[in-house]
């Protein structure tokens, strides 16, 4: 997954909510260890009461495009597809910028 064009991720979850909260777990997971120094990271986790609310997780891209993705219907390989695509974009206009 490229994370160099990611500036921000927001997210919230469940630990006691099995299905959202894997997803949300293995995409930080993927994060490089030196995340939290480039990029802000804000993990707000649900308590057991609050185990049904849905897991949400947001990025902010370095263009300012913000992506907010559904955890109910996405799955970890489709989140990491539709981050690649819009950091590939990115990639590509500061190829061609020089």
């Known amino acids: 997954m490229i994370t160099k064009y990611i ?7 469940s630990p006691f909510n099995a299905r959202s909260g894997k997803t949300v777990r293995n995409f930080l997971a993927l ?3 030196n995340a939290r120094s480039k990029m802000a990271i804000d993990v ?6 609050e185990a049904e609310k ?4 947001a990025l ?8 907010t993705i559904d955890l109910e219907k996405m ?3 489709e989140i ?3 981050v690649d695509r819009h950091s ?5 206009q500061e190829e061609l910028s020089g």
Do not use: N
């Open 60 to 67: 902010k891209f370095k263009d300012g495009k913000e992506l």
């Open 54 to 57: 849905p897991a949400s997780l």
């Open 7 to 13: 500036t921000a991720v927001t997210t919230g979850f």
């Open 75 to 77: 799955k970890i390989k």
């Open 80 to 82: 990491q597809t539709e």
């Open 31 to 33: 994060l490089p260890p």
């Open 44 to 49: 707000k986790m649900f308590g057991q009461r």
């Open 88 to 92: 590939r974009t990115l990639k590509r």
